[in-house]
């Protein structure tokens, strides 16, 4: 399966598996059938006599592995309460009355259950504002991030032109770059399209900083879709629009789904930019506000734990249940080799 | 005069006039009518606001006159003067780029005219011109935005770094800036004893952080990946969900979080200690307030939040080594560690390499894992002068640098620091890159 799918995509040019390729395929699969063929015979050879009786044999081999799995299993554990251990906390605090952690008791939930917290964000705070604002420049970030590229991306994938290898490299040397290191003049291009306290701008600076890594991403998936996908497409009369999206993004599927998500879930806890741009009171977002509880002015720990857990919940949710398509995406998409 | 000779001898003429200006060979030769007007609309354009290109170039040159006396509104502004010019040397390379695009339209026009015989009629010229300017729409966007928001500020920051950009005299409005050449990065690189002594220790930190960072979350999570792949425990699935927890949960939550946890007097870590009897309240451990445990502790808590990210990486590529390769070592009687060390890490560590790269690029500016748990601190005997801190790292340096103290020059020669030391990186994963190799470009 391996060697097949290498093969076909070092054929970038003829996309479908050649004739070649399949004759390199078979010729694979015979040099490996002949190798395990020879290590089951050397395997097959008893290679000293044994002297102790077979049953004994397995008895220790079995207590050794019983007591290795043991081992591994208080292991396994031990580490999922140390990853836990801090979330435990932060949820037990979020339902602890009182304000800053030093009232919180060292056994989690023992300090009684209230749920005066999530009322006071409600309430008290713009929390709902803040929600709302964040939602809407997540949004914004995840469609225009998978419009601009997705199409780039194809181009990257698809077409011959001048500057392409100069490009290409401009946007992986970029994106090394925290988007930071240029805030100020960030701050003065908005202040110059008046962007200054707008959540479009936000929008605008997150799909910049978001466009030369995932560029990348979608194009190397991009790269391992046939080409003679399109070609067939184009024979039948279809322009280059149509090809995009017809054929191309509807193959492009898992990693379309992916950036969106992935692009989806950065702004929300975004600090430095939100901090920088948006200054009037209804254009925070989230992170800010959250931030705001745990300063070193206040330490209203409890009332961050809260707010944090309603965000954080989704997100958990999201991530266990994707966790498979995690894992490919991560191995195929950054593994690009 | 008009007329274009097959055989290619015309060709001289055609880049002469497309030359002299944008356009004009398509409209007068080539009967290529919109695509002309299109390019000489553009070069018009350009030629009526050449005046202003050329001031805003002075003025990114002079960067303003101190004007005393004039309301500070009215006041030359250098940042200002400089952010536009480099903006309008942006927009006279997308001229320049577009004017090189225009000749080799017309060469190319006219080499069909000499292949076919005949000149495309209007509408056809417009549906080849669809065909061919699909790949510049589709990448107008991504230009566009990377150009002013990620080239432009890169480039003004870098241009910063030759300024005196910095407070308490040269901050624009009340006054201007100056070019001042390499002072700034002389006195960074050994001039000021107290700036050049925090730049060196906030540098190597930076970089023992960033291994230590990338090595200890791949470790961590390579080593969960093989237990778990290992064992085959029944409830894995169970503690993998567990285990991809500190990834799902946003890192800022968690490392304020942590934060809070860690507390010298009143974290939940130390009480619990304290109740457990293992220290007194004489003997708490100064978790982020101690110069090196507080770099042991940034480093341990990002272990915590970085190996579920390795964990599902290497999940990903063990699966793609061959079953058969493991059997047949057991049957050769391979032991675990055997196995491990022969074929398992070889194999996960050539297919997760330009990832471990990339991970410690990440690393070098991971703002997020320092400035939440540690927020730099504890102080260092420089810190009232130059905010650095014990823990910071250049990225962070630059934040409070940038917010803080308003030194700007010195922040971007931060900047350009970071810039010189990870493009090598970037390039070396570059030519290892599939496409690279296969001779795409």
């Not at chain 1, 078979?26 to 020879?38: G, I, L, T, Y």
């Not at chain 2, 507390?263 to 451990?285: H, P």
């Amino acid at each position: 399966m391996n060697e097949k799918k290498e093969i076909q995509t070092a054929n970038p040019e003829t996309g479908n598996v050649t004739q070649e390729a399949r004759a390199d395929i078979r010729a694979v699969k015979a040099q490996q059938a002949r190798e395990r063929a020879e290590m089951l015979e050397e395997a097959g050879k008893p290679k000293e006599p044994r002297t102790v009786s077979k049953t004994y044999y397995n008895s220790v081999q079995r207590f050794k592995q019983r007591v290795y799995l043991t081992f591994v299993f208080v292991f396994l554990v031990l580490v999922c309460l140390l990853v836990m251990y801090p979330l435990i906390y932060a949820i037990s605090a979020a339902f602890s009355p009182g304000k800053s952690i030093s009232n919180i008791n060292i056994i989690p939930f023992k300090n009684g259950f209230t749920t005066e917290h999530f009322v006071r964000l409600i309430k008290e705070t713009n929390y709902i504002r803040w929600f709302r604002n964040t939602l809407i420049i997540a949004t914004g970030t995840s469609v225009s991030t998978v419009f601009v590229c997705s199409l780039a991306a194809y181009v990257f994938s698809r077409f011959r032109f001048i500057l392409k290898k100069s490009l290409m490299l401009m946007l992986l040397v970029l994106q090394i770059f925290p988007s930071f290191i240029g805030m100020i003049a960030i701050f003065v291009i908005l202040h110059r399209i008046s962007g200054l306290d707008t959540l479009w701008g936000m929008v605008l600076i997150y799909l910049a900083g978001n466009i030369p890594y995932n560029t990348w991403l979608v194009k190397s998936y991009m790269d391992t879709i046939p080409r003679a996908l399109d070609e067939a497409a184009r024979i039948d009369g279809a322009n280059s629009a149509t090809i995009f999206l017809k054929v191309i993004l509807p193959q492009a599927k898992p990693i379309i789904t992916f950036l969106s998500v992935a692009s989806f879930t950065g702004p929300w806890m975004e600090f430095i930019f939100a901090k920088l741009i948006l200054r009037s009171n209804e254009n925070q977002t989230l992170a800010l506000g959250l931030f705001s509880f745990v300063t070193d002015k206040k330490n209203e720990f409890t009332m961050f734990c809260a707010g944090a857990l309603i965000v954080a919940i989704p997100f958990v949710i999201f991530f266990v249940i994707t966790q498979k398509m995690l894992v490919t995406s991560l191995a195929g998409a950054g593994v690009k080799e | 005069m008009f007329k274009l000779n097959r055989d290619g001898s015309s060709k001289k003429k055609i880049l002469i006039l497309s030359l002299i200006f944008m356009g004009l060979s398509h409209l007068i030769f080539l009967k290529q009518y919109v695509k002309g007007v299109f390019f000489a609309l553009i070069e018009l354009l350009f030629i009526l606001g050449s005046p202003q290109i050329v001031r805003t170039i002075i003025n990114m040159v002079t960067l303003g006159d101190p004007q005393p006396g004039v309301p500070s509104k009215l006041k030359d502004n250098s940042m200002f003067m400089l952010i536009d010019g480099i903006i309008i040397l942006a927009v006279v390379l997308i001229f320049v780029v577009l004017y090189f695009i225009s000749v080799k339209s017309a060469q190319s026009t006219y080499k069909d005219y000499c292949n076919f015989g005949s000149l495309l009629k209007n509408d056809q010229a417009l549906s080849s011109l669809g065909a061919k300017a699909f790949p510049i729409l589709g990448l107008a966007p991504l230009v566009l935005l990377v150009l002013f928001f990620v080239i432009v500020p890169l480039v003004f920051s870098a241009s910063v770094a030759f300024t005196n950009y910095s407070s308490p005299d040269h901050v624009p409005p009340n006054n201007t800036v100056d070019w001042i050449g390499i002072d700034n990065f002389r006195s960074l690189f050994g001039g000021d004893a107290t700036w050049s002594g925090a730049f060196g220790r906030v540098a190597a930190w930076t970089l023992i952080w960033a291994a230590a960072a990338t090595t200890t979350c791949y470790a961590g999570g390579l080593f969960m990946a093989v237990i778990m792949q290992e064992s085959k425990i029944k409830i894995a699935p169970v503690m993998r969900a567990v285990f991809i927890l500190p990834y799902a949960v946003p890192a800022v939550v968690t490392m304020l979080v942590w934060q809070n946890l860690l507390n010298g007097s009143f974290g939940v870590v130390n009480r619990t200690l304290i109740e457990l009897g293992l220290i007194t309240k004489e003997t708490i451990i100064p978790w982020l307030s101690d110069a090196t445990l507080a770099k042991f502790t940034v480093v341990l808590i990002n272990l915590w939040a970085g190996f579920p990210y390795f964990m599902l990486l290497t999940m990903g590529t063990m699966t793609s080594i061959p079953k058969e390769t493991f059997e047949a070592s057991k049957i050769d009687g391979a032991t675990r560690l055997q196995t491990f060390k022969s074929i398992t890490l070889p194999s996960v560590l050539y297919q997760t390499m330009p990832l471990i790269i990339m991970s410690f690029t990440f690393n070098i500016n991971n703002f997020g894992a320092i400035f939440f748990l540690s927020r730099g601190l504890p102080e260092a005997v420089d810190s009232t002068i130059t905010r650095a801190k014990e823990t910071d790292i250049l990225v962070t340096w630059i934040y409070n640098l940038t917010i803080n103290l308003n030194k700007y020059n010195y922040a971007a020669v931060l900047a350009v620091c970071i810039f010189v030391a990870l493009a090598p990186f970037a390039i070396f994963n570059f030519r290892r890159t599939k496409s690279f190799k296969d001779g795409e470009f």
